[in-house]
T-cell receptor, first 113, second 117 residues
Framework: GQQVMQIPQYQHVQEGEDFTTYCNSS?????IQWYKQRPGGHPVFLIQ?????EVKKQKRLTFQFGEAKKNSSLHITATQTTDVGTYFC?????????????FGSGTQLTVLP | GAGVSQTPSNKVTEKGKYVELRCDPI?????LYWYRQSLGQGPEFLIY????????DSGLPNDRFFAVRPEGSVSTLKIQRTERGDSAVYLC???????????????FGEGSRLTVL
């Protein structure tokens, strides 16, 4: 079945440093979504990317969808303590059971003040 | 309600018992998902409903797990003969769009934490 991997699993940064998490799918995706989960909370939707090579920005966050629609990345510029949490990518397979939204294992971000 | 509501928020049960977890999605959302999340892991897909029907139940781990959504709104996840390995947070999410259509943002509830002793 479809697998979605994320690296790194953990990332500690000093406040003000940049952060990037990478997401790779074993199958081609029709779209990819990113979620943030604060400690003790539930996943909260950040963004959806649909087109090959798409880049979207939300303030300090930049999201990319690979040309082959099998990988994605999230980059945070100048991290703040409010960025703490676990970031998940999640994708719908382009074929087969497109109804499943498969989540990656997440990257847990710690921002040191 | 304003968001996805899940009850109970916490459930402690003994091995072998039967458990029901309830999800009340956002009004008007036709799509409903159940996920299971263990500590330090990403949400694991269990089942997806579009309206009243289970459009994809391929994530249910075995026949002890069953979910229903009889009127296309509230859903109940049922676990028979619980095992210690079933302990996890069970997350419900709803969406207004068809899965895979590019409009499938999921709104998650707070989850039901199940502990099987």
């Amino acid at each position: 079945g479809q697998q979605v991997m994320q690296i790194p699993q953990y990332q500690h940064v000093q406040e003000g440093e940049d952060f990037t998490t990478y997401c790779n799918s074993s199958t081609t995706l029709s779209n990819i979504q990113w979620y943030k989960q604060r400690p003790g909370g539930h996943p909260v939707f950040l963004i959806q990317l649909v087109k090959s090579g798409e880049v979207k920005k939300q303030k300090r966050l930049t999201f990319q969808f690979g040309e082959a629609k099998k990988n994605s990345s999230l980059h945070i510029t100048a991290t703040q303590t409010t960025d703490v949490g676990t970031y998940f990518c999640a994708g719908h397979a382009a074929s087969g059971s497109a109804r499943q939204l498969t989540f990656g294992s997440g990257t847990q971000l710690t921002v040191l003040p | 309600g304003a968001g996805v509501s899940q009850t109970p928020s916490n459930k402690v049960t003994e091995k072998g018992k039967y458990v029901e977890l309830r999800c009340d999605p956002i009004s008007g959302h036709t799509a409903l998902y159940w996920y299971r999340q263990s500590l330090g892991q990403g949400p694991e897909f269990l089942i997806y409903f579009q309206g009243t029907g289970a459009a994809d139940d391929s994530g249910l781990p075995n026949d002890r797990f069953f979910a229903v959504r009889p009127e296309g709104s509230v859903s109940t996840l049922k676990i028979q003969r619980t095992e210690r390995g079933d302990s996890a947070v069970y997350l419900c999410a709803s969406s207004s769009g068809l899965a895979g259509s590019g409009t499938g943002e999921l709104f998650f509830g707070e989850g039901s934490r199940l502990t099987v002793l």
